[in-house]
Every structure is written in C-alpha cells, then in structure tokens.
C-alpha cells in the first residue's frame, strides 16, 4: 500500500511540474491550487489516540472547503459531517481539516463522527451574527446566563450523540471572540452569547490536544452527558475578558479532565448542575469528576470552582495534581439560599498555588439568581470537603470560609497544608457557619477547624483509592490515511 501512495504522489508530482503556470500555483500550507477547479492536492497519513476508530476518512477539501482565512466554510462543514453520517453504522467516519485558515459559522456534529484539526489548521470562528442561530435556553437554567430567553449556538454543537471525537495535533479553534465581549459590556445583548464547543444529551465524548483561543464566552460545556475525556487542551483568553470559562461539566457524570493549561478571564474549570429552581426540577447531578494536572492562570477568578449554578447537586470530584498562578482562588464553592442541591464528597491533594487572594474559599452568599421564582427554603447542602497536600505562596488570605446561618457547611477536612502569607493586616482564617477538623495546617487555623495534632496529618482527609470507571477507559491508536 505505501508503494502504491509514492507512485500516486509521483504521478501527481509530474503533472505539477509539466502544467501550465496559468493555472496551477502553490500555497502557504504547501498543497497546489488548481484555479479552474478550485481544489487543492494534499496527502495526509498520520495516527492520533482516541476513543474509538473509524473505518472511513474524508477531508474537508473533498466538500469545497477553502483554507483562506476569507472564503466562508460553514456549508462545507455541515455537508461533509451530513454526508459523513451515512457511515455510522459501518464503522463510523473521520473528518480532517489540513492547515488554513477555515473561517466558519457554527456547525452539528454527528455519531460515531472524529473531527481532527492539523497542528496549523485554525478554524475562525465568523464575526457574522446572521451565521450564528438561536436555541433555547437550557432545561436546568430557565433561561440564558446573559440576558432572558434564547442562546446563540455554540461553535461547534451537538445533541443526543453517541461516540464523538473532537481532537487534533494541537491544532487552534479561534472563537474571535472581542466582538461579543463588547456587545456583552455595551449590554447589546439580545441572547446568550456562543460556546466554542457544547455537547448535549450524548455520550462517550472526547476533546482532546486542541488549542482554544478567544471564545465568546465559555470555551468547553459538556451537559447533560457522560463518559467525557478533555484532555490536553490549551485555553487561552485575556484575563479580562467577560465569562471566558476553559472547561465547564454541567450535569455530567463520569468525567475526566487532565493535563490542560487554561489562562481565561474567569473560572479555569467550573462545575454546574443547573440553576436555582430550574436546576432542583431537572435534578441532573455533575458526578464522578476527575480533575488532574491543570495549570491555571486566572486573575479574577478561581483555579476551580464549584457552581454558582449548582442545583441539581455535585458528588465525588477528584482534583489533584494541580497548579495555579496569579490566581484568584485555589478551590471555590460558590452557593446561595434558594439554590437547593448539595456539594458533597469533594477530595482535593496536590496542590502547589502561587500568588493568591484566597487559597480557599467557600460562601454561602453568592447572588445572581436566575429570577425571582426561586424558593427561599431551597438550602444547600455543603458537606465532606476534603483538601489535604497543598503549598500556597504569596497568599493574602489563607481561607474564606462563610456557611449559610441555620445551615451550616460540614464536613471540612484539610490536612498537611502550608500556606506562605503575604505581609498584611487581615486575619489569616475567616470562618463562619462552619464545623470541621483540620491536622498539620499552618498558619493556624480558625476554631471552627481544631486541629487534631501533627500525628493525624496522615489519616485525615484521604484521596478515594478506589478508581472511577472513566479512569480505565483506554485511548486506542487510530490512523488517518486520505489522499485528496
């Protein structure tokens, strides 16, 4: 078979060489561009991990895409997963987009469907609203995060899917996303703005060694799904930018996000399961979480945070094996009267946090309510939190920790915790509305939180050893191999 793909690239070579000027040129990304046909010859032969392997393969040039930077490819994306779709009961399909520039509006993916991007493939994301279309909000939210009502498209969508892969060779999905920060500062905002990449109602999900640059708002949403891997995925955005979360589990269980380097104007990772009222009818909880080696730069915000939009209930997340820089929070839990739900059985180790406001953080008193249907008995439930093995540097406070009155936040273990204060006046531990115990902490902490003696450093607040079944899901190595 190779034989056979060195004497098609000679023929091909040959008939470069030999055609008239007028009609054959090279580009940038090394293929050839045939005017009167508009086409470009590109071989491409490679293997990449996923999930699952697919038996055929096409490329986005074989549906007229152009990798300028200028010709619109949105139909070309549509059409080829549409036409890719008709190979989900034989094995599936693998969609590959070589290096260009792919301007595109929002696209659907499909079943048994890998998209992989080039290492210098860019898909830019189309500053035409009219190319963006509006859904409905989410079931578990009521409404849009930014204004009441609808919610533009993500990027890159999909609904009740099975086995979908979403992956590259680092290669860059750019949302271009100044246009609806602005709109969202000038409060011109009719719906929510888009999502670099949303998955809804599906299963069995990979993202995976992606460069996201810029998105709207939030760059990854899984919701509503389960057996997801993120992984290897860098996020990139101004940290002033409004809401540009990196990775979002929303009503998610058995999910696995590792080895990502996220720098964002907000959350680094957040974890949600609806809002308010909304989120307590849907009753969809985000469970079975692992979080580990996560690099985080977020000034404004935390390393990862758990809610606002916490309604439909959090449990067993495991977080470990992470560092975060000039970063507002190391752990936040974010919860308010009226929120109902409960986070609980949360286990936290490894963390090495430089240059921090808080390295912990819990508050019973966040706002911004989804309306004013909520009910004011909706408490929340915040119980066994467990942070153990952590190094902070250059912190100005140690912990913020502000249960609800009447409703207290249980079950706080931290342990084998040192914590390097900046010079200040503020006291090192704000407790309120909380119990708990804590061993081998310094500098000292609150009442609240007795410490149970050195000796106990090492039986405290222990890691789960039993694994989730996302943790033994193992990547396969697939091959691409297209001649176009």
């Not at 430089?354 to 390295?359: D, E, G, P, S, Y």
């Amino acid at each position: 078979m190779g034989r056979l793909w060195r004497m098609i690239w000679v023929v091909v070579m040959v008939i470069v060489m030999v055609a008239p000027s007028s009609w054959v040129s090279w580009n940038g990304g090394g293929g050839v561009e045939c005017r009167k046909t508009v086409r470009m010859l590109e071989s491409a032969s490679f293997d990449y991990p996923a999930m699952s392997c697919r038996s055929h393969s096409a490329s986005i040039l074989d549906y007229g895409g152009v990798g300028d930077g200028k010709t619109l490819n949105t139909k070309a994306f549509q059409d080829a997963v549409n036409d890719l779709s008709q190979y989900a009961s034989q094995g599936g399909a693998q969609l590959f987009v070589p290096s260009g520039r792919w301007l595109t509006g929002p696209f659907n993916l499909t079943s048994f469907f890998s998209l992989f991007l080039h290492k210098d493939a860019v898909l830019v994301a189309s500053q035409d609203i009219n190319e963006w279309s509006v859904i409905d909000p989410l079931p578990s939210y009521g409404r849009g995060r930014d204004a009441v009502g609808g919610r533009y498209i993500s990027l890159i969508f999909g609904t009740n899917l099975t086995d979908v892969v979403i992956t590259g060779d680092n290669g860059t999905i750019d949302g271009q996303g100044a246009l609806w920060w602005q709109k969202f500062h000038g409060k011109k905002l009719k719906y929510t703005r888009p999502y670099l990449i949303e998955i809804m109602y599906s299963e069995n999900i990979q993202i995976s060694n992606l460069t996201l640059l810029n998105s709207p708002s939030w760059n990854v949403h899984p919701v509503y799904s389960s057996n997801i891997i993120i992984q290897a995925i860098t996020i990139i955005a101004p940290v002033t930018s409004p809401n540009t979360d990196g990775i979002n589990p929303d009503s998610c269980t058995n999910t696995r996000i590792e080895d990502c380097y996220i720098v964002s104007g907000d959350d680094c990772v957040a974890v949600k399961s609806g809002w308010d009222e909304y989120g307590i009818a849907f009753a969809m909880p985000t469970k079975q979480l692992i979080i580990r080696r996560l690099t985080c730069i977020s000034p404004y915000s935390a390393t990862v945070a758990l809610g606002s939009e916490m309604s439909g209930g959090i449990e067993d997340v495991r977080i470990e094996d992470v560092y975060a820089l000039n970063t507002e929070s190391g752990i936040r839990i974010k919860t308010a009267v009226g929120r109902g739900g409960y986070v609980r059985n949360v286990y936290v180790k490894g963390m090495t946090l430089h240059t921090m406001k808080w390295a912990f953080w819990m508050t019973g008193n966040y706002g911004s309510h989804a309306d004013t249907h909520y009910d004011p008995n909706a408490l929340p439930v915040i119980q066994g939190i467990n942070y153990r093995d952590v190094v902070a540097v250059n912190v100005t406070t140690a912990a913020r920790l502000e249960g609800i009155s009447g409703d207290p936040f249980t079950g706080i273990c931290i342990s084998n915790v040192t914590i390097s204060m900046r010079k200040t006046k503020k006291a090192p531990w704000t407790c309120t509305d909380i119990e708990g115990i804590t061993s081998g902490v310094s500098p000292t902490p609150c009442a609240l939180l007795p410490d149970q003696g050195p000796d106990k450093a090492v039986d405290i607040c222990n890691f789960p050893q039993e694994s989730l079944p996302i943790e033994n899901l193992q990547l396969q190595t697939c091959s691409y191999s297209h001649l176009t």
